[in-house]
């Protein structure tokens, strides 16, 4: 009697533990709006906060993805006539059509490693004729622990993590890079991710670029990036991976989608040399 009791208790018990058996939200699909696939790299189209529909539409990537080579330290390049494709993709990954870059806005790797182009079309006619829709870059920094996915158009891949730390310094052979973003375990990028936005997962705005990560303990080479902090100590280990802050981009354009390195708040590295600001993007 007693039994057949305890049997009956422990059925009416686990019934409902067994009911939630399987019904565990599945992971959100990953989501390929607005990324792009470079010849050498991954990119993403991006607007600014302050970006109009018929603005000509911006590419984000790398500053060594550049076809014309790695630019140097200290070099800064700014609108100077391109002629690059890239294919942009749809939220599934699959290809929506082509984009054609005809000039580089700005790209360098001091301080930060990016590459802005402009192409021959703006934002709406790329909505209406390729149904593509692009990335915003958020004017405000990375905050740590903030959930991220770093998404690559090269491969078609999508790494989830959070920011583990923002770096004072990451230095790499001949380049430093500040205020860099150290990923948490999940984002062991690999070769061929550079460029690829690092996306927040709830605003979905751009907060940084995929650059680097160290692939064999070294401190402080080619392909082993170190960290150095505000005491010149400095730090390396095998698999930690890298990223590059974007808040600084949007206050170095107008509206209209003019780069200008003259205005108030622009934080960017400038060239060398003077020049004419603001620099119109291409008819």
Request: hydrophobic letters at 40%.
């Amino acid at each position: 009697m007693f039994r057949r009791l305890l049997i009956l208790l422990s059925v009416l018990l686990v019934v409902p533990a067994l009911a939630g058996v399987g019904t565990a939200a599945a992971a959100p699909a990953p989501d390929y709006t607005g990324i792009v696939k470079l010849s050498n790299c991954s990119g993403s189209l991006v607007r600014l906060p302050q970006s109009d529909q018929y603005d000509r539409a911006l590419i984000l990537t790398n500053g060594h993805c550049l076809e014309s080579g790695m630019p140097e330290p200290g070099e800064v390049l700014v609108n100077q006539p391109v002629d690059r494709t890239a294919q942009l993709l749809g939220a599934d990954g699959g290809v929506l059509g082509e984009l054609h870059a005809t000039k580089l806005v700005y790209a360098t790797m001091t301080d930060t490693d990016i590459a802005l182009y402009a192409l021959d079309s703006s934002y709406r006619e790329i909505e209406r004729e390729l149904g593509g829709h692009p990335l915003t870059v958020a004017a405000a920094p990375a905050n740590v622990d903030t959930p991220v996915d770093v998404v690559s158009g090269y491969f078609t891949r999508t790494w989830n993590c959070s920011i583990e730390r923002v770096v004072y310094s990451v230095r790499e052979g001949d380049w430093t890079w500040k205020d860099s973003i150290r990923y948490a375990p999940g984002c062991d990028t690999i070769h061929g991710t550079s460029g690829s936005p690092i996306v927040d997962s709830a605003s979905r705005e751009v907060v940084g670029i995929n650059n680097t990560g160290n692939d064999d303990g070294e401190v402080c080479t080619f392909n082993n990036p170190c960290e150095v902090d505000e005491n010149g100590v400095v730090f390396a280990q095998r698999g930690l991976t890298y990223g590059q802050q974007t808040y600084r981009i949007p206050a170095c354009f107008t509206p209209g989608a003019q780069l200008s390195l003259a205005r108030n708040g622009c934080l960017l590295p400038k060239p060398a040399t003077a020049l004419p600001l603001p620099i119109p993007l291409p008819a």
